[in-house]
């Protein structure tokens, strides 16, 4: 049963401390996706890959967020340092790109809490 | 730059129709999408419509695309306590990213 696995589930940290994601993306997807979400601003791209290759990070505040793929099979989103506006739930997805149904398959998310 | 709007809350009775609307702005969309998430879930793509058809049923389930009003709807039938959910409209092009709308979430009422 092939899925997108994330950890941590959920993350309470203090204003100052560093966070970081982790995403398992589905073995063999090609693109992988980092969205944060609240129910102020809904859905948010921050940053995505293809072919480990990040292709677009517009979405991500650059002096604090970082994203990279490590090797095909991690993702990892940091924040440094964290602040209470991050507070959120991160999701990682996962899937096959243009060319195909281009479907994403999500991750259970990141529940962030920064105090 | 490319938006998809719809409406933040829907509220019907079980068992009684659905309708979820959506807007969208790029005219190039190939494929547009709904995907539903659950509480405590990342989101999971429940159908789609190729930007050639107009409409498309999957058992309770009906998209109608009106391409040149750029409208998307979603038509659940019978609406069950399950259906209960968070729904986004979304819609590609050529490009690998997907551009979601904000979310309607549906509340049943018995």
């Known amino acids: 049963d092939a899925r997108v696995t994330q950890t941590p589930r959920h993350k309470v940290t203090e204003m100052g401390q560093e966070v970081t994601m982790r995403c398992q993306p589905i073995?063999?997807?090609?693109?992988v996706f980092w969205y944060r979400q609240t129910m102020m601003q809904g859905l948010e791209l921050l940053a995505y890959?293809?072919?480990?290759?990040?292709?677009?990070d517009s979405g991500m505040p650059k002096d604090r967020f970082s994203a990279e793929m490590p090797d095909a099979t991690l993702a990892t989103l940091k924040i440094q340092p964290s602040e209470p506006r991050d507070s959120a739930v991160y999701f990682c997805?996962?899937?096959?790109?243009?060319?195909?149904?281009?479907?994403?398959?999500f991750g259970p998310g990141t529940r962030l809490t920064v105090l | 730059g490319e938006d998809v709007e719809q409406s933040l809350f829907l509220s019907v009775r079980e068992g009684d129709s659905s309708v979820i609307n959506c807007t969208y702005t790029?005219?190039?969309?190939?494929?547009l999408y709904w995907y539903k998430q659950e509480p405590g879930a990342g989101l999971q793509l429940l159908t789609y419509?190729?930007?050639?058809?107009d409409m498309k049923q999957d058992q309770r389930l009906t998209v109608l695309l009106n391409k040149k009003d750029k409208h998307l709807s979603l038509r659940i039938a019978d609406t069950q306590t399950g259906d209960s959910a968070i729904y986004f409209c979304?819609?590609?092009?050529?490009?690998?990213?997907?551009?979601f709308g904000k979310g309607t979430r549906l509340h049943i009422l018995p």
């Open positions: 997805a996962s899937g096959l790109g243009q060319g195909s149904l281009n479907e994403q398959f």
């Open positions: 073995l063999g997807h090609n693109t």
């Open positions: 890959f293809r072919n480990r290759a990040p292709l677009d």
């Open positions: 790029d005219s190039s969309s190939t494929y």
């Open positions: 419509i190729f930007s050639n058809m």
């Open positions: 979304a819609e590609s092009n050529r490009d690998d990213k997907i551009i």
